[in-house]
């Protein structure tokens, strides 16, 4: 059995196919595609090759991050650059953002590999291998503060927000808001009016 999935805000197929236990990389003979939307793989020792049908048709196979675990080969197939019709993730109607959604990507190196691009020019603009992802405490943390202790203070005196630091991330961390990414400094953006 197996599955194949599109990704396309990664530009991916990710595949993940049922093996035997014993099953190595080595086992592999042979992995081609024989048509826009079939690939075959060969093992050793078995007669017939694997048939696996593509969601959508592609010119090229370029494998990238072929591993096995728990009687499963898996792996990706990197898709040309092409446009797609679809949708832009930030115009998706989702509640809200979170670390959630970014952990659902494919995992290189026990990291989760994603990109956000400008949707106008597609030029990078924050590459998940140089950052780490927090979630942001909540969209009212601000107005918060005042609650957030163990004890309700004596005095009952009226809440005064007088607060001498702000919600910062350090340079290698992205803050994901409800809607929005938080970041301290990224080079790849110039507002205008700062250059």
Not at 60 to 65: C, E, F, N, R, Y
Not at 82 to 109: A, M
Request: aromatic fraction near 10%; charge should be negative; charged fraction near 20%.
């Amino acid at each position: 059995m197996y599955f194949t999935e599109y990704l396309p805000r990664l530009n991916s197929i990710s595949v993940i196919i049922d093996v035997p236990g014993n099953f190595v990389l080595t086992d592999i003979l042979k992995l081609g595609l024989v048509s826009p939307q079939t690939v075959n793989i060969q093992i050793k020792n078995e007669d017939s090759p694997i048939s696996i049908s593509l969601p959508i048709p592609i010119s090229k196979l370029d494998i990238v991050g072929i591993k096995v675990a728990n009687n499963t080969l898996a792996f990706s197939i990197k898709l040309m650059d092409i446009k797609h019709e679809t949708i832009p993730f930030t115009n998706q109607s989702i509640d809200q953002w979170s670390c959630k959604d970014l952990d659902r990507t494919p995992q290189i190196n026990h990291r989760h590999e994603f990109k956000f691009v400008c949707q106008n020019c597609s030029s990078l603009l924050i590459d998940s291998l140089n950052y780490n992802f927090k979630d942001s405490p909540s969209e009212l943390w601000y107005e918060m503060m005042d609650f957030w202790h163990c004890h309700k203070p004596e005095n009952h005196e009226e809440h005064k927000k007088n607060y001498k630091g702000d919600l910062k991330p350090d340079n290698n961390t992205v803050i994901v808001g409800g809607y929005y990414l938080l970041e301290r400094h990224n080079q790849q953006v110039v507002v205008q009016g700062d250059s």
